[in-house]
């Protein structure tokens, strides 16, 4: 596929951009423990995340929504997070360097999460600064992902259109998301989801490091 008619490149942020896992896990597990839940091991966290906080403690809660402790949990889950999201959170190795090299050659950035906004906003800032053009995280009224809304907000805050944008996230619901926005997608393969489960969604652009996606434009 070929992206030289892309002049904008949106991203996903949790196994995309950043590191969080471990910072989503030690924030849902000390709201289970708070409430004398079981707690879960990192490997199941990373099956839990990609649909937003409140799909990881639906994931995490047993019975889920069902349980009459779901939804406190998922409060302190949250208050937990706004503390937490920085203590082990960190770029992926050759972010830093992909994000500069691709503005340099003049693409504009932007983030799309179902992370809450005022975390989205806080790390892209914190790591990123003026590289990127806008962060959107979880907002009321609008739809997570794989609803394209958020998606569709920001590239018309931007001027881009569907010919000239692609996508790039870690997870099916990720690739979901660009099918439903009407734009292509890149699956990156260092994040919270495999290959085999990327490619049963749908992916079709897969790249194994940051070098590698930077050789795409």
């Not at 994000?99 to 340099?104: G, I, Q």
Request: overall charge negative.
């Amino acid at each position: 596929m070929s992206f030289s008619h892309i002049r904008t490149i949106v991203f996903d942020l949790d196994g995309t951009l950043l590191d969080s896992l471990t910072d989503l896990a030690n924030s849902i597990n000390a709201a289970l423990q708070k409430h004398g839940l079981p707690q879960h091991t990192l490997a199941e966290v990373r099956q839990f995340v990609g649909n937003g906080i409140g799909k990881l403690a639906e994931r995490a809660v047993a019975d889920g929504t069902e349980n009459p402790l779901y939804e406190a949990v998922l409060a302190d889950t949250k208050a937990f997070y706004a503390q937490k999201c920085r203590e082990n959170t960190s770029p992926y190795p050759g972010i830093l360097p992909l994000l500069k090299a691709l503005r340099e050659k003049g693409f504009q950035l932007a983030v799309v999460s179902n992370k809450p906004d005022a975390q989205v906003k806080k790390l892209c800032s914190d790591f990123f600064g003026g590289l990127i053009a806008e962060a959107f995280g979880q907002q009321s009224g609008v739809l997570l992902k794989p609803a394209p809304d958020s998606l569709l907000r920001v590239m018309d805050d931007l001027h881009s259109s569907k010919e000239d944008t692609v996508y790039v996230g870690d997870s099916d619901v990720d690739i979901q998301t660009a099918a439903n926005a009407g734009v292509p997608c890149i699956s990156v393969l260092w994040g919270f989801r495999d290959y085999p489960v990327l490619k049963a969604a749908g992916g079709t652009v897969f790249v194994k490091s940051p070098a590698e996606m930077n050789a795409l434009f």
